[in-house]
């Protein structure tokens, strides 16, 4: 039985519970546990789904495509899209415009709050001090980013090019492609994508590897395309990372992300960068009256 057009819904969770009882007993293993903690199937990976459900990965993908979706992938992000929703309507009181309006923003600013203070947890040190090295080292960094990652992405190598590295950031995804065929095996491309299966940056990414370059890749799930051809992923979730069509406090942990990465490879660097970048500042002060 396949069920398409539900991850379109007004509420995935009340059309799941619909759909159990006609499902196979197999599905309806993979369903329960979807119904009874869609919240850690949010944050976990497609692994810790079939483990809690006791069946095998292939059977959660199989589950997922029989309810709509186009594997499990796309079932956590529209479970995410949904939590999140009623996670920032909790507590706002329609009653009073203008009391709404201030509930609207302490809400936002607790959500992003917690999602900083949570995503730590989920970062690689191994994986986090590696990819330091590796820019450190690189001769040339391709950082790329489409859609909501695109301004991290030009953030960040301007940044690391205060620093003296050799970044670059192609605003154009075609011409982030072009410029990813052209790294060879001393260079990095640091890939920034919150969902981590954006056509553009995993073309990006196959494109480097052709040139033998190393891939760090900055997302905010554990399985998904770009970790899978990533040498190094640096994986930040946020409960709350996906609101409506694009992410929203995964932004911030992604940047908070991105500048301790920042900040240490100017440590790794040593005083050279300190020096390139007391010159930056001074050249940029130039610019303000």
Request: neutral net charge; proline residues 3%; contains cysteine.
């Amino acid at each position: 039985m396949t069920v398409s057009g539900l991850a379109h819904g007004d509420s995935v969770l009340a059309q799941i519970r619909s759909l159990a009882a006609s499902l196979s007993k197999t599905d309806r293993r993979v369903v329960n546990v979807i119904l009874e903690d869609p919240e850690r199937v949010v944050r976990g990976t497609i692994s810790d789904l079939a483990d809690s459900a006791a069946v095998s990965p292939s059977s959660v993908v199989r589950t997922c495509q029989r309810l709509g979706y186009s594997g499990f992938g796309q079932a956590r992000i529209s479970l995410a899209r949904e939590l999140g929703m009623r996670s920032l309507g909790a507590g706002l009181n329609a009653e009073d415009n203008e009391l709404a309006r201030r509930d609207i923003v302490a809400a936002t600013f607790a959500y992003a709050s917690r999602s900083l203070a949570e995503a730590p947890a989920t970062v690689d040190r191994a994986m986090f001090n590696s990819a330091v090295d590796a820019i450190t080292k690189a001769e040339r960094v391709l950082v790329a980013g489409v859609g909501t990652s695109a301004p991290l992405a030009f953030d960040c190598a301007y940044r690391l090019r205060m620093l003296g590295v050799r970044a670059e950031y192609p605003g154009d995804p075609h011409v982030q492609d072009v410029a990813a065929r052209q790294l060879g095996a001393d260079d990095v491309a640091l890939v920034i994508s919150h969902t981590g299966s954006t056509r553009e940056s995993i073309s990006s990414c196959e494109a480097a590897r052709r040139g033998g370059a190393l891939i760090v890749g900055v997302t905010s799930f554990g399985q998904s395309p770009l970790t899978r051809i990533a040498d190094l992923s640096l994986v930040a979730t946020c409960g709350e990372s996906v609101m409506q069509l694009e992410a929203m406090t995964s932004r911030l942990v992604h940047l908070a992300l991105l500048d301790a990465l920042i900040v240490s490879v100017g440590l790794k660097l040593g005083a050279p960068a300190l020096h390139r970048l007391s010159e930056a500042y001074s050249q940029i002060a130039a610019h303000r009256f």
